[in-house]
């Protein structure tokens, strides 16, 4: 019997946290492969948004309370002046850099479309940066998930007259009171300016700057309000964390995150995207398609060896002294989620009462 070992996660970047005793996790599965030649034709996507990706539902009930943690400033705050660096991805997209996640601005004639707002103390600069691409304004802001990395320039770019867009799971995280477990800390609601105006449930398409901009849910993966971003024009993605560009992710299980539902975002994603296909990362730098098959075939294996030792009841003790991600602990292991961090929270989500 698999002893639970007490977890502590000390990575310093994650010291908020959030406890739900109870979380429907609901995988998805893509079941038309047929419809994935007409995404990658970019075209009627609003038909497609209802059609393309057909899921069948497999609904799990999950009994748990768990600890897990999520970026915080403070990781950053001991740390140098960060800059927001630009980088032109392709057609109306460029992607910003700085502190925290990682930003997408879609820019042209009828204003900006931005993903994702890094920290408060970052808002400024990212002004700057989206100032020097576009003279328009910032019309719409979408959050991939409810993380503060993600969410911290919600406020100030509402208050400058931005709409946010969310999936519905991140309007109520970010206007509740999320109990800190772990550090036995309370995280109050944000700021009424900083919860999204527009919520969806499964999908959104936008149409702007010439582009329908298709964003979806993906389910229970690095939260459970994960969406990504799709240009179709400009034939770009934004994956937010549910990709870690060339690191073990972190999965937020107590915000409703899985491994098996991240891989299934994952192969969501893939779905998608063809040869040409721009990725951007939650975190990292800009990948391609041939990267995410690189991440999913990583992740894929090491979640295999370690399923595989807990239904021989092996002990998390022997788990992280078996090698598991030995191949990769040189790689995918040297960022915020090393592989013995990785592996635990893959041990923590299999091994929580269902
Ligand atoms: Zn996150």
């Known amino acids: 019997m698999a002893v639970k070992k007490t977890v502590r996660y000390d990575f310093q970047s994650y010291t908020q946290y959030a406890t739900r005793p109870l979380a429907v996790l609901i995988f998805q599965k893509i079941t038309t492969s047929s419809l994935k030649h007409k995404i990658l034709s970019h075209s009627n996507i609003p038909y497609l948004s209802n059609k393309l990706i057909k899921m069948t539902f497999c609904y799990k009930l999950l009994l748990f309370a768990l600890s897990i943690f999520h970026f915080n400033n403070s990781i950053f705050s001991q740390e140098k002046e960060y800059q927001i660096t630009t980088q032109k991805v392709n057609g109306t997209v460029h992607m910003l850099t700085g502190k925290g996640g990682n930003i997408a601005i879609c820019s042209g004639d009828e204003g900006v479309f931005m993903v994702d707002a890094q920290f408060a103390d970052m808002t400024d600069k990212i002004q700057k940066a989206v100032g020097d691409i576009s003279k328009g304004p910032i019309n719409y802001l979408v959050n991939t998930h409810w993380h503060g990395d993600h969410t911290g320039g919600n406020k100030y770019f509402s208050e400058q007259g931005?709409?946010?867009?969310?999936?519905?799971?991140?309007?109520?995280?970010?206007?509740?009171?999320?109990?800190?477990?772990?550090f036995n800390r309370t995280v109050p609601a944000a700021d009424e300016a900083a919860w999204p105006d527009i919520t969806f449930n499964d999908e959104n398409t936008l149409y702007i700057n010439e582009e329908d901009i298709f964003v979806f849910h993906v389910d229970n993966a690095h939260t459970d309000g994960d969406a990504m971003v799709y240009f179709t024009s400009s034939n770009v993605l934004h994956m937010g964390d549910t990709y870690f560009q060339g690191k073990f992710p972190f999965i937020d299980l107590s915000s409703g995150g899985s491994i098996k539902g991240l891989l299934e975002a994952v192969e969501q994603a893939l779905f998608i995207c063809d040869d040409d296909t721009k990725i951007i990362p939650g975190h990292g730098k800009l990948s391609n398609k041939k990267?995410?098959?690189?991440?999913?075939?990583?992740?894929?294996?090491?979640?295999?060896?370690?399923?595989?030792?807990?239904?021989?009841?092996?002990?998390?003790?022997?788990?992280?002294?078996?090698?598991?991600?030995?191949?990769?602990?040189?790689?995918?292991?040297?960022?915020?989620?090393?592989s013995e961090k990785f592996i635990d929270m893959i041990w923590t989500d299999l091994t929580r009462e269902k």
């Not at 709409?163 to 109520?172: E, G, L, S, T």
């Not at 090698?323 to 602990?329: A, M, R, V």
């Open 291 to 338: 990267e995410l098959k690189e991440y999913q075939t990583v992740l894929t294996n090491v979640l295999k060896r370690v399923e595989k030792a807990v239904n021989m009841k092996m002990a998390i003790e022997e788990i992280q002294a078996a090698g598991f991600t030995k191949e990769y602990d040189d790689t995918f292991g040297t960022g915020f989620i090393s």
């Open 162 to 182: 931005a709409k946010i867009i969310a999936h519905q799971n991140v309007r109520k995280r970010l206007s509740t009171e999320q109990h800190m477990k772990a």
